[in-house]
Nanobody, 120 residues
Framework: QVQLVESGGGLVQAGGSLRLSCAAS????????MGWYRQAPGKQRELVAT???????NYADSVKGRFTISRDNAKNTEYLQMNSLKPADTAVYYC??????????????WGQGTQVTVSS
């Protein structure tokens, strides 16, 4: 089994910054793509950013230039640096990872979610 544990959420004023972390542990042979998603109340979960095993990144238009996704492969950890936060960024943020186990089986795992609240 694989577990993803998130940390770093909280309450911040508009214009402020937060850094989210997501650490993967368990039966991991390798981690391919990793990503961050968010879900605001009454809305569907949406993509925020993704990063490939080689470091290629992709961002939602709404966060481009403000958020930065990164990863530390040695620590099986990904990060989301969020700057210039807006009230519209308020949501539960979820990390995910495409993990390959020792048998070569790939599966997507999700974190438990961390609340980010941006006050105006």
């Amino acid at each position: 089994q694989v577990q993803l544990v998130e940390s770093g959420g909280g309450l911040v004023q508009a214009g402020g910054s937060l850094r989210l972390s997501c650490a993967a542990s368990g039966s991991i042979f390798s981690i391919n793509a990793m990503g961050w998603y968010r879900q605001a109340p009454g809305k569907q979960r949406e993509l925020v950013a993704t990063i490939s095993s080689g470091g290629s990144t992709n961002y939602a238009d709404s966060v481009k230039g403000r958020f930065t996704i990164s990863r530390d492969n040695a620590k099986n950890t990904e990060y989301l640096q969020m700057n210039s936060l807006k009230p519209a960024d308020t949501a539960v943020y979820y990390c995910n990872a495409l993990v390959e186990d020792s048998r070569g089986v790939q599966r997507i795992y999700w974190g438990q979610g961390t609340q980010v609240t941006v006050s105006s």
